[in-house]
Each structure stands twice: as C-alpha cells, then as structure tokens.
C-alpha cells in the first residue's frame, strides 16, 4: 500500500530503527487497528438489505446463510493472512497487496485473473458505496418532508445532487498518500456503523413491542401466491444470497490492511487472524440482530434499506442521525476500498515511467490548520478522475439492492474463497485427492455454485428495475 522507496540503507545492512526489515517505513498498526480497518470496510451499506434479504429466505434459511457465510469468511481470512509473507508465513518475504500474493504462491495467469477480480470487485464496492451514501442523503431530505407534511405525502427528490456532494468530499480525501493514514478515519467510521445499526436494530425492536399487528414472517420466507410469484420467489432468494455475501466482503483489501501492522509480540499473521476474528465475530452479531429483529418488525414486507426505505418515519430526528452516521461511515469505507486501486496505478506508473516528475515529484505545501502536506499532481488527477467516473457511473446506475448482490456475487468466490484455497494448498504442499485437499476443493466449487445463482439473481433484478425506473428520483 505504499509508494516504493529506496532500499539503500537495508541492503547495506544499516537499517534505521524508524524503518522495518523491508526498508520501508516503521509499520505502527495493531490488531485492534486491523479490527477497525476490517468492521469500517465490512459493516457497511450490506447491514441495511439483511432484513429484507432475511425475508427472502426465511426463519430457517435465512439466518443459516448467514452464518455460513461469515464461518466460510473468516476460515479463508486465515489461510490468505498466513500468505502475506512468503515462503514463510512468519519470516518470509513480504507481499504488499492480493496480486503480490498471488505471483508468489500461484503464478501465470492467475496473477491476472485475480487482478481483474479485486480491482472490478473494488470499482464496484466505491459505486455502490456513493449510491448509498447518496440514497441515505436523501432519505434526511425526505423524513423531514414527511414529518413536516405527512406520510401519504410524495416526497420526490433527486439524488444526483447528493452523489456530488460525495464526490467532493471524496475528491478531498483521495488525496491522503495512503492507507497508513487512514486510521483515524477508519476509526470514526467504524463508530458511525455501530451508531446507525444500533440505531435500526432499537427502532426495529420497538416496533415489534409496539405493533398490535403483529408482521407477518414464514419459516421460508415470503409466501409464493401471496406476496410474490413463484418465478419472483426463486429470483430473489439467489438475489438475497447475493446481498448477504457482499455483506462479508472484505478479502479484496485483507493483505493491505495486514501490511499496516507492525510485528511485535504478535507475528502479522496472528495479529491479523485475531483482527479478523474480532471483525467477522462483531459484525456477524449485528447482521443476526439487523436482519432477524428487522425481518420480525417488517415480515415479508421488509424493505431493501430499513433506514431508507421508509420502514421508519418517527422519531424523524433520530433516523436523520442514523442516517447521517450511515453518509459518515461510507465516507470512510469508500476511502478503504479504493486506496489499493489508487495504489496500484501510481506504483506501476512510476515503475514505467520513473524520470517522469508529473508522476513521481511531491510537493510540500503549507497548508493552515494542517502543516505541510505533500501535493503530487498525478495523484490528484488520476484520483480525482476516478472519483468523478464512479460518481457519473452511480448516477446512471441508482439501484442499491440489485447492485449489492452482484457485486458480493461476482466478488465472492475468487476472492474469498478461490484464491485463499488455492494457496493454502500450494503453501502447505497438498497432496491431490488426499482427504484435505478434497474437501476443500468440495467447499471452492460449492461456493462457486452459489455466486453463480446469486449474480443470476442479481442480473435479473437489475434487468428489471431498469424497466421500472423513472430517472432524477432516488429509488427507494
């Protein structure tokens, strides 16, 4: 996640005690940092599509894909942060992002696939993360509508406006060098998630005290002749797979949150594996109070975001906060994922063009408030670029739940599962067909099996809310 810098002094053999064994900076990062960065990027827009995703499957299925997943995430999470060093898990060279490890443990073509893989799956989290911040700005606008002049009134409003508010702002912070100054950030994030997913889990609770009527739920979900046809029926479960996969995805920014900590009583791999057990643990326990209390107080009439949706309208003023948590968090995540894009591209320009200053001269500026900040003028052009199409592209493309789901579809397999098998085995030396190395292989292609049917379900829902949707309003 850093610029490369000259190895002089380490190959000398007189390496400062402000830099590690690889020569670069000092690595300051905790398993408590790693558990901030791992909740800021996991508990994020995939909280708020659980409860209806719940509805889809059910009492029984429903809570039991969640589970799943988040035990098959974090059983692979351990096997990937046993790779960042390589031959050794321990001692070894270290890989500083996904496609690094890649090379190292595999090899040949699948540097490129899973290249195509992380950096795609990462392009699309930050477009989901500005239409959902966008959909959450909105929903302020709207609750404040409603409560000033009623329920049934139709409060209409465009989110265009909003996705360039949140462009700015990322435009802004888009030009922080890299991830090892993001903590501060991933911190606040990381408060504003458990702030608006308490917030809904409480509302969602008072209602079921509160209802007199109570929602109407089914051990399999939403009933077939009832609430939605069977064809319907079968789309949106593979759809609700879908979301609740994106929900876990994280994998695609594991190395470079790993390449944060620095090794001290605990080796990185250690720390990681305890960080990604805090996170998973912590966000799996959410997800099962949002999803299974939100599915309780909505029944099969659960909306895809409960904040936004409108599942809630008083007290307006406490879905406004939640929903300006929501807007703060996504600010912070959408910084997450895309700082190892931001990477990538400045690292490989400099490595082709190295006498290039446009691309490698930094500048220091003073700036009040603030010190003296480096200023790269490739690094705010390209950032600033990449802001600007991903917000033109939400724009475009405003559908929050159908998005999600082919998002955590497309991405799920190869980078959470796929590759973390792969190299597990590679690193280990399995023997083929020996009993470990089948059931793993078992668990990849079933994973595969289930990405297939949910970015099935994912595509038929785009398809179809492109026939329902009326441009300039945000959809709900």
């Known amino acids: 996640m850093f610029v490369e810098q000259s190895l002089t ?50 009492w029984v299925a429903g809570p039991a894909v969640l589970m799943a997943f988040s035990l098959i995430t974090y059983f692979t999470s351990t096997m990937l942060a046993d790779c960042y060093r390589f031959p050794d898990p321990v001692t070894g060279k270290r890989n500083y992002t996904y496609m690094e490890v890649v090379r190292s443990y595999l090899g040949g073509r699948k540097v490129m696939l899973c290249g195509l893989a992380q950096y795609g799956n990462l392009i699309g989290i930050t477009i989901g993360y500005t239409i959902t911040a966008s959909i959450s700005m909105v929903a302020i606008k709207r609750s404040n509508c409603f409560h000033k002049n009623g329920h049934n009134v139709k409060c209409s409003t465009s989110s265009t406006p909003f996705m360039i508010v949140f462009a700015i702002i990322q435009i802004i912070l888009s030009q922080i060098p890299n991830f090892h100054n993001l903590s501060w950030l991933s911190i606040l994030a990381a408060v504003m998630s458990f702030s608006y997913a308490s917030i809904g889990v409480g509302l969602s609770i008072f209602k079921v005290a509160g209802d007199s009527g109570h929602a109407r739920t089914a051990l399999t979900g939403v009933t077939v002749g009832v609430d939605v046809t069977g064809p319907d029926k079968v789309w949106r479960t593979f759809q609700a797979i879908g979301d609740i996969a994106f929900a876990y995805a994280y994998s695609t920014v594991l190395i470079e949150i790993q390449d944060t900590l620095k090794a001290g009583s605990l080796s990185e791999n250690k720390a990681m594996k305890r960080a990604s057990f805090i996170g998973v ?49 996504l600010v912070g995540a959408y910084q997450v994922f895309c700082q190892p894009i931001f ?93 470990t190395w089948t059931w793993l292989k078992i668990l990849s292609w079933a994973c595969f099996l289930v990405s297939l049917v949910a970015a099935a379900g994912s595509v038929q829902g785009l398809i179809q809310s492109l026939k329902d949707f009326k441009p300039f309003t945000a959809p709900e």
């Open 9 to 58: 002094d380490h190959e000398s053999g007189d390496i400062s005690k402000n830099f590690d064994d690889d020569g670069r900076e000092k690595r300051t990062g905790t398993w408590m940092t790693g558990s901030a960065h791992i909740i800021t990027a996991v508990i994020g827009s995939g909280v708020l599509s659980l409860a209806w995703a719940i509805a889809q499957l059910g």
């Open 281 to 329: 643990s912590t966000t799996t326990f959410f997800y099962m109070l949002c999803g299974c209390v939100g599915y309780a107080a909505f029944g099969n009439d659960a909306p895809g975001n409960f904040l936004t949706g409108f599942g809630f309208y008083e007290p307006f003023w406490l879905i406004d906060f939640a929903n300006v948590c929501i807007a703060v968090h």
């Open 343 to 435: 990477q990538f591209i400045e690292s490989q320009s400099a490595l082709r063009w190295p006498n290039n200053k446009f691309i490698t001269q930094e500048y220091k500026i003073n700036v009040p408030c603030c010190g003296e900040v480096g200023i790269n003028f490739f690094r705010l052009v390209w950032r600033t670029s990449y802001v600007v199409v991903t917000a033109v592209v939400a724009m475009i493309f405003p559908f929050f739940n159908d998005f999600l789901g082919l998002i955590g579809a497309a991405s799920f397999w190869p980078l959470t599962v796929y590759f973390p098998i792969e190299m597990h085995i590679a690193q280990r030396k399995m023997k083929k067909f020996s009993f």
